[in-house]
């Protein structure tokens, strides 16, 4: 009976001491919920606040960072107050920078809007006076022979259509014309049809082998042949090439003499990558040369090549003009200018852009005395301004003058920013 009651005991003071040892859990469990609440509140209010209050930095050491002003233990500059990035702004955009209206005018700022503006596409190079291809003649004999005599004996003569040039002798053209001769005096074995044809032929053979006309009538009315065949200008114009002296041995592949017309010229310009679209044949163009520099003269775009310069990255246009009264020479430099069709374009101007290797970026005033850098995109430059395909509106304000400053001010405070995050 004393086991029995002693082992009830036993077993209701075990489940008494669980019933307990259960009840101080739920009440640790409640301190603990508690505590953790009011844990949770402090840490909130200690992360706004970490936000909420400035914070300065070194300039030139980053990792230096205070809750107040001051200066840097390493370097003794003052600490400058650090951007705070506002809730419109994302990682890939620049901060903007607050510049007080003294700094301001001390550094220089200027203002400038962008705005919609005609813009004439005009463009402004330096070309190469050139001959006028198309009016240049060389001047081969057809058979070999040897030169006779000279009449026109130095480069840069001018000459006539139908002036003697030189005589050479030639075996093949005396023999042509014994067979023309013949031909003349006919056969009376022969009907007159088979000696027309005969005659024919040797006419033929004769013109082939570069006897001029005038000789060959002269031939026929003489019934004599000549040694000595005359070479005549084709056309008017100036001797640009002479290779012929007497008693020259000459053969068909020698270039004798190079004529060329210079009543038109040649102009040879380069055009660059982005004004392609710019040009067109038939467009006017205008010329300035040094020698005359008081005059200008007209002209028109009278061909495009077809391909870029691998070097240069620039486009050949040949430009035509008159030169009737001969002014221009040969090789001279000439101002150009070629005026394309007129556009309407958003545009700012040239000085506003910053160039990086990452893109092109202005500083675009976002505010009173507030500036920001802003990515842009590009167009078509011309008479010192340069449109805008995508970045701005018409409107907005870009900084002119001084925008380096600004662009280096925030891209520091972008990289403090990096650091501190």
Known sequence: MKKILITTV????????????????????????????????????DHAKKHTNPKYVCP??????????????????NLIKKAIKTPNQTDSEAPSISVKASTAQSMGIKIATVKRQTLSREIKTVGFIRYNEDKLEHIHIRTKGWIENIYIKSQGEVVKEGQILFDYYSPELVAAQEDYLLALKGNSLLSETRSRGLLDSA???????????????????TKISIKQIPIYAPSDGTIIKLDVRKGMYIIPATVLYSIVDLSSVWIEVDV?????????????????????????????????YPELSEVTRTLRVRLVFDNSKGHFKPNMFADIRMQGNPIKRLVIPNEAIIFSAAGKRVVKQVGKHRYQPIEIKTGIHSQGKTEILSGLKAGDKVVISSQFLLDSESNLQASFNRLSE
């Open 272 to 304: 660059f990558e982005h004004q392609l679209n710019w040009v067109k044949i038939g467009d006017s163009a205008s010329i300035q040369i040094e020698a005359l520099a008081d005059k200008t003269w007209q002209g028109k775009v009278d061909y495009i």
């Open 60 to 77: 030139m050491h980053p990792q230096i960072v205070r809750d107040q002003k001051g200066s840097c233990p390493i370097c003794g500059m």
């Open 203 to 221: 006419q033929l053979r004769m013109r082939l082998l570069g006897i001029p006309e005038i000789v060959i009538s002269k031939i026929s009315r």
């Open 10 to 45: 036993i077993v209701s003071l075990t489940i008494i001491g669980i019933a307990s040892l259960y009840l101080d859990f739920e009440k640790l469990e409640q301190i603990r919920s508690y505590f953790q609440s009011f844990s949770t509140q402090e840490t909130a209010i």
